[in-house]
C-alpha cells in the first residue's frame, strides 16, 4: 500500500505516520527527515539543501524527486509519504514514476489545521536526534522532561527551522506552494480524505486508520 499524507508544517504528519505505520507494516518515508539525515551525513544534497531548510524554502524539485523515488522504488512492502510530494510537479513526477513501476497512490489523507494552531504546535516541538521521536511540551510530554523516552540519556532539541520568523516562512510556503497539491490530486481523480487536524492525537489517528482499513479490506 502506498499513502499519502499531505498537510502544512506541523499539522502531526510525522506524529500520525509513526502510527500508521506500525499498524500497517508500511516505510516512514518523510522528506524532510531524509534530508536532515542527508545534513547529519554531510553529503552533497544535504550541504545543498540546507540553505533552503534553515529559511524555510522549499528545497528544487529535481533534487527532492530523485531523492524520494529512489526511496519509494526501495520500499517494496509498501510506504506512507510524508511532506511529499510539495509541489505541483512533485506530485506529476510521482505519478509518471509510480505508473513506469506499474504502482499506484492507494490513498491520500490530507490534515486540515488553522496556522495559529500550528505556530504553538511547532514551537513546543522537541525531538530526539537520534530515534526521531517527537515530543511536545504541553500535549506529548516526555516521561522525564527534556529527555527521550526510548534512548536513555539522550537530551531532546528544537528542530532549527521551528523559530517563530522560520515558521512564518514555511507556512507561507505552504500556502503558496503547498496547498496547490491537494487540486491537484482532486483534478486528476485521485480520492482525497480530509482529516481535521485540531484534535486529539489519539481521535486523529482512529480516523485515519478507520479510513484506511477500508482500503485494505
Ligand atoms: P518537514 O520536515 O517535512 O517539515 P514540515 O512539513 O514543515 O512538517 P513538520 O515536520 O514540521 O510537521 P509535522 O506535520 O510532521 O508535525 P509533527 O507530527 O512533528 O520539512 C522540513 C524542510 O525540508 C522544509 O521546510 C523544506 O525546506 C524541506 N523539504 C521537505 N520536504 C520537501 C519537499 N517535498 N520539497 C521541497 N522541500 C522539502 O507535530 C508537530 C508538533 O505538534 C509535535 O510537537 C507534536 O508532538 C505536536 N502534535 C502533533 N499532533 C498534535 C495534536 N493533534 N495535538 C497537539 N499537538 C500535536
Ligand atoms: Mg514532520
Redesign the pocket.
Known amino acids: 500500500m502506498i499513502v499519502v499524507l499531505l498537510?502544512?508544517?506541523?499539522?502531526?504528519?510525522?506524529?500520525?505516520c509513526k502510527r500508521i505505520i506500525e499498524k500497517y507494516k508500511l516505510a516512514h518515508l518523510?522528506?524532510?527527515?531524509i534530508?536532515?539525515a542527508e545534513r547529519t551525513a554531510g553529503s552533497d544534497l544535504g550541504k545543498e539543501?540546507q540553505g533552503?531548510?534553515d529559511a524555510?524554502?522549499?528545497?528544487p524539485?529535481e533534487l527532492?524527486i530523485k531523492m524520494?523515488v529512489a526511496a519509494i522504488n526501495k520500499a517494496d512492502g509498501g510506504c506512507v509519504l510524508?511532506?511529499?510530494?510539495?509541489?505541483v510537479v512533485?506530485g506529476s513526477e510521482l505519478d509518471k514514476a509510480l505508473t513506469a513501476e506499474k504502482k499506484k497512490i492507494d490513498a491520500i489523507v490530507s490534515?486540515e489545521i488553522a496556522d495559529e494552531v500550528i505556530e504553538k504546535?511547532?514551537t513546543?516541538?522537541?525531538s530526539c536526534p537520534v530515534c526521531g521521536a517527537?515530543?511536545?511540551l504541553q500535549?506529548?510530554k516526555p516521561k522525564v522532561e527534556g529527555f527521550c523516552d526510548k534512548c536513555p540519556d539522550q537530551e531532546l532539541v528544537q528542530?532549527a527551522?521551528?523559530k517563530p520568523e522560520v515558521v512564518k516562512n514555511?507556512l507561507e510556503?505552504y500556502h503558496a506552494q503547498t496547498a496547490a497539491v491537494i487540486g491537484y490530486y482532486a483534478s486528476t481523480g485521485h480520492e482525497i480524505f480530509t482529516v481535521s487536524?485540531d484534535?486529539?492525537?489519539n481521535d486523529?489517528t482512529a480516523d485515519i486508520l478507520s479510513q484506511l482499513d477500508k482500503v485494505t479490506a
Open positions: 498537510g502544512p508544517p506541523g499539522a502531526g504528519k510525522g506524529t500520525q518523510s522528506s524532510g527527515d534530508l536532515r539543501a533552503y531548510m524555510g524554502d522549499l528545497v524539485d527532492i524520494m510524508d511532506g511529499f510530494p510539495r509541489t512533485q490534515l504546535r511547532l513546543g516541538r522537541r517527537v515530543y511536545h500535549s506529548l528542530r527551522d521551528d514555511r510556503t487536524a484534535a486529539e492525537i486523529i
